[in-house]
C-alpha cells in the first residue's frame, strides 16, 4: 500500500556539482518503505594500465531527461511496489574517486529496490546519452559502454 | 522542398566535425541514411564513424539505414556516437 501523501515521485537532475550519496538517498526515503538500495559509480584512476587524469563527461542534456524517464517508466512496470526513484549524473570535469553517477530507490522490501538499482544502471549505461572521455597525461579518449548496442569496439 | 534542421554533434563526432551545432539545409524527405550522406559531404572526416553511430531525430533514436525522415524546419537532429554514461 502506497502511504498517503507519499505519492511515487522521480528525481532526475544532471549536475556540474559534486554528487552527494546523503542527499539522492536522502530524497527517496518515504515512511513506508524499508529499503533504500544505492548505486555509486565513481572514476578509477587507471585503464588498461594508464594513468587516468580525469573524466570529463558531456550529454544531450533534454535527451537525457526523455531516456532516464522511460527507464523509470519501466522500473514502475517491472517493480510496482517501488516508491521513489533518484537518479543525478555529474558532468562537465570529474575528479579520480568522486562520484559520476548516484542511483537511489525505495521500495517496502528490499528484493524490489536491489534488481531495480542493477537494471536502472545497466539501461542507463546502455541507451542514456552521455558521454566520458578519459583523460591521460598526454592524449584522451572517449570511451564506449559495452552495454551501448551500436557500440562496435573491437577490445 | 528543402528545410533547416539544426545538427547537434556530440563527443567522438564533435571533434571529428570540428563544430558542436550548426544549421544545415536539406530536403525534407529523405531517408536516415541519405541524411547522414548530407552531413559526411560536409565534414568528410565522419564518414570513420558510419558504423558506430545513430541519429537522434527529435530525441528519438534512428538508425543510419532506410528509414524515411520527414523533416520541418527547426527540427533537433544529434550525431549519437556510442554512450559512455555512468
Same mark, same amino acid.
Not at chain 1, 549536475?15 to 555509486?40: M, N, Q, R
Given at each position: 500500500?502506497?502511504?498517503?501523501?507519499?505519492?511515487?515521485?522521480?528525481?532526475?537532475? /544532471?549536475?556540474?556539482?559534486? /554528487?552527494?550519496?546523503?542527499?539522492?538517498?536522502? /530524497?527517496?526515503?518515504?515512511? @513506508?518503505?524499508?529499503?533504500?538500495?544505492?548505486?555509486?559509480?565513481?572514476?578509477?584512476?587507471?585503464?588498461?594500465?594508464?594513468?587516468?587524469?580525469?573524466?570529463?563527461?558531456?550529454?544531450?542534456?533534454?535527451?537525457?531527461?526523455?531516456?532516464?524517464?522511460?527507464? @523509470?517508466?519501466?522500473?514502475?512496470?517491472?517493480?510496482?511496489?517501488?516508491?521513489?526513484?533518484?537518479? !543525478?549524473?555529474?558532468?562537465?570535469?570529474?575528479?579520480?574517486?568522486?562520484?559520476?553517477?548516484?542511483?537511489?530507490?525505495?521500495?517496502? !522490501?528490499?528484493?524490489?529496490? *536491489?534488481?531495480?538499482?542493477?537494471? @536502472?544502471?545497466?539501461? *542507463?549505461?546502455?541507451?542514456?546519452?552521455?558521454?566520458?572521455?578519459?583523460?591521460?597525461?598526454?592524449?584522451?579518449?572517449?570511451?564506449?559502454?559495452?552495454? @551501448?548496442?551500436?557500440?562496435?569496439?573491437?577490445? | 522542398? +528543402?528545410?533547416?534542421?539544426?545538427?547537434?554533434?556530440?563527443?567522438?563526432?564533435?571533434?571529428?566535425?570540428?563544430?558542436? +551545432? #550548426?544549421?544545415?539545409? &536539406?530536403?525534407?524527405?529523405? +531517408?536516415?541514411? =541519405?541524411?547522414?550522406? #548530407?552531413? &559526411?559531404?560536409? %565534414?568528410?572526416?565522419?564518414?570513420?564513424? =558510419?558504423?558506430? &553511430?545513430?541519429?537522434?531525430?527529435? =530525441? #528519438?533514436?534512428?538508425?543510419?539505414?532506410?528509414?524515411?525522415? &520527414?523533416? %520541418? +524546419?527547426?527540427? #533537433?537532429?544529434?550525431?549519437?556516437?556510442?554512450?559512455?554514461?555512468?
Amino acid at each position: 500500500m502506497n502511504g498517503i501523501g507519499d505519492e511515487p515521485k522521480d528525481f532526475i537532475k /544532471l549536475s556540474e556539482e559534486k /554528487l552527494s550519496a546523503d542527499a539522492v538517498s536522502a /530524497l527517496v526515503i518515504s515512511p @513506508c518503505c524499508g529499503a533504500v538500495s544505492l548505486f555509486i559509480g565513481t572514476t578509477r584512476n587507471n585503464f588498461d594500465g594508464r594513468r587516468v587524469k580525469q573524466l570529463e563527461y558531456e550529454a544531450y542534456a533534454p535527451m537525457v531527461e526523455v531516456e532516464i524517464k522511460k527507464i @523509470c517508466t519501466n522500473i514502475r512496470l517491472k517493480w510496482p511496489s517501488v516508491k521513489h526513484i533518484a537518479i !543525478h549524473h555529474r558532468l562537465g570535469t570529474v575528479p579520480i574517486s568522486e562520484a559520476s553517477v548516484i542511483v537511489a530507490i525505495s521500495s517496502p !522490501h528490499r528484493a524490489e529496490s *536491489l534488481d531495480a538499482v542493477q537494471y @536502472c544502471i545497466n539501461t *542507463l549505461k546502455a541507451t542514456v546519452p552521455i558521454w566520458k572521455k578519459e583523460v591521460y597525461e598526454e592524449e584522451y579518449s572517449w570511451k564506449e559502454n559495452k552495454e @551501448c548496442f551500436w557500440a562496435k569496439t573491437v577490445k | 522542398m +528543402t528545410c533547416e534542421v539544426i545538427v547537434l554533434y556530440f563527443a567522438r563526432s564533435a571533434d571529428l566535425a570540428g563544430v558542436r +551545432t #550548426e544549421t544545415i539545409s &536539406v530536403p525534407q524527405q529523405l +531517408t536516415s541514411l =541519405q541524411l547522414w550522406d #548530407e552531413i &559526411v559531404k560536409r %565534414h568528410s572526416r565522419l564518414a570513420a564513424i =558510419q558504423d558506430q &553511430v545513430v541519429f537522434a531525430v527529435r =530525441q #528519438e533514436y534512428v538508425l543510419l539505414g532506410d528509414q524515411l525522415l &520527414v523533416l %520541418h +524546419t527547426g527540427d #533537433e537532429i544529434a550525431i549519437i556516437p556510442p554512450v559512455s554514461g555512468g
